[in-house]
């Protein structure tokens, strides 16, 4: 297992790393690229100026006033004079622009421009005074004005090229720098998309691998719940038959509990290399782990129900060989529940829900290992219980259950003592409930104190009737159940006492040992608690369940009642009129009054009686009544019973 | 049918009439003649103009600096509209011509967003034709940034004398 974590570690770190270097490796090619785009955009918006147009547009004008002094001296006369002065003027103002500006700022890029201008400019300029006076006169000076500007012309030329083929280089070069650029931004590219293809692989193996964990089973590595509801679904889907077994193990909790988790671990592991090896392999079963001590085994292809029984068999047997975990050896058994598609159910909810209940069913009755196959009349239980349970809450909603009474005799004195309560509920469908199973639901659902305070109340009530139908009011005890600790109880019961304006100690508890204990377990306070409000504390059914006579000691009880099943046994069995003698001594003892349960035989009273036994209960004296009878019934035992204990004594 | 011709005629009398308002010979030397589609000519033809009658339009200043000069200058003449507008233009498009008939076009509509001005004047002082004189088409691209680009600096032609209009 630290092995298993320790290379899902390493291997997460390694694919951290994986993940980072070629996140970084997208960021720094991203980045170049975004450079090399700016780059290009930088070359691709560069201006190259004016500078080449200008400079052949001061050629041009140069040659057309070097034209215009030629046809001057072969015509003169004013207007080809007037032409000179225009020529002149326009080759002046062109000057200034390859001087200042931008076109003057790239010029002077360019070796010895500016001197070559300036020096040219400064010859027209010297023109200015010999051709407003002396040209007029003189159309021949033309020639010197032409000699003059000979050189200049050859400079300017020459720095003409120079410049537009220096403009022109660096256009050229620029060009081939943005190919270069792109050429390598098409690299870039290519490099993005290949991590884009890496990361999208990387995505896709995770997301697989994800899927993998989601529907398998870390401890094991077998298929996990999810993943059986999945094949569940498609097997339905295709509407073929198929089995479903579900396994729970028996005593794994106790391998748990005393080897530890890690030898449960790996016992888990090995059921799971078992099952996989002998099911899976050999018969093409699917085995899943649903969690905790859970398997289930689906079984594709079912021919005859006796390939059910083999798979079954089969699982059965490989229980039957121990798992040995480092050096412990580990015996557990199987309870197989196993449903089959579509007799059993058509979906995964229906299918598994009953594959449960078979499973459970097989459980109650495993010893090692047992399988079940499911059927309808598991599901009926399961339906009667979910009916009761529906119906348990209208019941007390709309005062549908009962209590009955049983008196309780005291054996030395002509008189009932007191009464018993018991609960009685006629079901519409079922008939009459048996009170524990009653219990059972109201505990499993959380109507035991609803039901708890509705007994309390319902006992008042009825005190309340019998008081006021002159029948004097008898204590009588109330049994409770567990979860009533949860409760108030005293305040409960006295408060409803004072309600009905009946005294304190009418109503009395009668707890089970192993109620009480549960109770004890819980709050610490609440039995001692009841003595003090004074209600009286009664232990049912004495001498059965995990009795310990060290309940007797921690238990504030005032009464014990000896469970019916020594009392019916006094008579003819010696070991139990001993004993039931000997459990009267130590209740009187212990300062207890002591109750027989189940006297159905006056021999029992003799006995009882012998034995000091203070009061008694049973079919002899009367069953549990209804409420309206018990006032008669108890006038009638007063009389008998004087009758029948004188008779005894 | 005599009726069409008579209505035809006062038509043609109307409308010449109004077209046909010949406009103030020039007194000083010209500088601009403009040509083409216009209604208002000294000849029929042409529309000519000296300084003092460019003075006369609705004029502007702009201070910039051009990318043929080091510093900040003001530039002061006529809106180009103005005078179109003056000499009854009807096409669309116009040519300018310099003195070295170096020319440049562009669409009437241009006009209408950045109003050009036709300088006569740098810092107060009249252009030359070695300044660039004596009309040099000036764009307002201190104002319009867009216009900073060599395409519309190209445009800003010297030297300017004649105009064109179809």
Redesign the interface.
């Known amino acids: 297992m630290a092995q298993r974590l320790t290379s899902i570690a390493i291997e997460y770190r390694q694919k951290l790393v994986l993940l980072i270097s070629v996140m970084m490796i997208f960021f720094i090619i991203g980045a170049v690229s975004l450079y090399q785009l700016r780059q290009s955009i930088t070359i691709l918006d560069q ?1 190259y100026g ?1 500078s080449v147009f200008s400079m052949f ?1 001061l050629k ?2 140069l040659r ?1 006033f070097y034209d215009s002094l030629s046809l001057y001296r072969s015509a003169p006369g004013p207007q080809h004079f007037d032409e000179v002065n ?1 020529r002149y ?2 080759l ?2 062109r000057f ?2 390859l001087m ?5 700022k790239r010029l002077r890029n360019v070796e010895n421009a500016e001197n070559t201008i300036a020096k040219a400019f400064e010859t027209v300029k010297s023109l200015d005074d010999s051709i407003v006076n002396r040209l007029a006169t003189e159309p021949e000076y033309s020639t010197r004005i032409q000699q003059i500007l000979q050189p200049e012309i050859d400079a300017l030329d020459g720095l003409a090229l120079q410049n537009f083929y220096r403009t022109n280089a660096i256009i050229n070069s620029n060009d081939s720098r943005v190919i270069s650029l792109q050429q390598q931004l098409i690299l870039l590219m290519s490099g993005i998309i290949f991590i884009g293809i890496m990361l999208l692989l990387m995505i896709i193996r995770e997301s697989r691998l994800n899927r993998h964990q989601a529907e398998h089973d870390s401890l094991t590595g077998i298929p996990n719940r999810a993943y059986l509801k999945r094949e569940i679904t498609r097997y339905c889907e295709k509407k073929k038959p198929f089995a479903l077994h579900l396994i729970d193990l028996n005593g794994f909790k106790d391998v748990n509990d005393t080897l530890g988790h890690h030898i449960g671990d790996t016992l888990l592991q090995s059921v799971s290399d078992r099952l996989a090896q002998n099911i899976d392999q050999l018969y093409g079963c699917l085995t899943c782990r649903l969690g905790g001590d859970e398997f289930a085994i689906i079984q594709p292809a079912i021919r005859s129900s006796n390939s059910l029984n083999i798979i079954a068999d089969k699982i059965i047997q490989l229980f039957e060989t121990q798992f040995t975990i480092d050096q412990h050896s580990c015996f557990i058994g199987a309870s197989i529940g196993t449903v089959l598609y579509p007799e059993h159910g058509t979906d995964v909810g229906s299918l598994m829900t009953r594959a449960d209940i078979a499973m459970y069913k097989a459980k109650e009755q495993a010893v090692n290992s047992r399988q079940m196959l499911f059927n309808f009349d598991m599901d009926v239980q399961i339906n009667r219980r979910q009916k009761l349970h529906t119906d348990l809450r209208e019941a007390l909603e709309y005062k549908k259950l009962q209590l009955v009474y049983q008196p309780i005799v005291d054996l030395k004195n002509p008189r009932v003592a007191g009464l018993e309560a018991l609960l009685r509920w006629n079901h519409e469908i079922y008939g009459a409930i048996p009170p524990l199973e009653i219990i059972e639901i109201a505990e499993k659902y959380s109507l035991a104190n609803d039901l708890g305070k509705w007994v309390i109340a319902e006992t008042c009530r009825q005190l309340q009737e019998w008081r006021s139908g002159g029948f004097k009011p008898l204590p009588v005890a109330i049994n409770i159940s567990p979860s009533m600790h949860q409760l108030d109880l005293a305040g409960i019961i006295n408060k409803s006492l004072e309600q009905h304006n009946l005294p304190k100690g009418l109503i009395r508890i009668e707890v089970t040992e192993d109620t009480s204990m549960r109770i004890l377990k819980e709050t610490q306070d609440m039995l001692p608690g009841l003595s003090r409000h004074n209600i009286s504390i009664a232990l049912d059914d004495f001498g059965t369940g995990l009795s310990s006579l060290s309940h007797l000691q921690q238990l504030p009880i005032q009464t014990l009642k000896i469970d019916r099943s020594f009392i019916s046994k006094i008579a003819a069995d010696h070991t139990s009129s001993r004993l039931v003698k000997n459990i009267i001594g130590i209740g009187h003892d212990l300062g207890m009054k002591v109750v027989a349960e189940g006297i159905e035989d006056i021999i029992d009273v003799e006995l009882l009686t012998a034995y000091q036994c203070d009061y008694g209960q049973g079919y002899l004296f009367s069953k549990p009544l209804a409420p309206q009878l018990i006032p008669d019934c108890c006038r009638q035992l007063e009389a008998t019973s004087a009758e029948l204990i004188t008779y005894v004594i | 049918m005599t009726q069409w011709i008579i209505a035809l005629l006062t038509t043609c009398t109307v409308a010449f009439s109004v077209a046909a308002a010949p406009l103030p010979e020039p007194e000083g030397a010209v500088i601009l003649s403009v040509t083409g589609n216009i209604q208002n000519t000294q000849d029929g033809k042409t529309a000519r103009f000296d300084l003092a009658q460019l003075q006369a339009f609705q004029s502007d200043t702009f201070t910039l600096q051009t990318r043929w000069s080091d510093d900040i200058h003001s530039y002061h003449g006529p809106l180009l509209s103005a005078v179109l507008d003056y000499v009854g233009a009807k096409g669309e498009h116009l040519r300018l011509t310099a003195l070295n008939d170096y020319s440049i076009e562009f669409d009437r509509h241009y006009m209408e967003k950045y109003e050009p001005i036709m300088a006569w004047s740098e810092d107060g002082k009249r252009l030359s034709v070695r300044e660039k004189g004596p009309l040099w088409l000036i764009l307002p691209h201190h104002k319009f940034p867009e216009l900073n680009g060599e395409l519309h600096t190209g445009r800003m032609i010297w030297q300017l004398t004649k105009i064109e209009i179809d």
């Open positions: 201006n004016t547009q041009l004008e057309r225009k003027n326009l002046w103002s200034p622009v200042e500006g931008e076109d003057g």
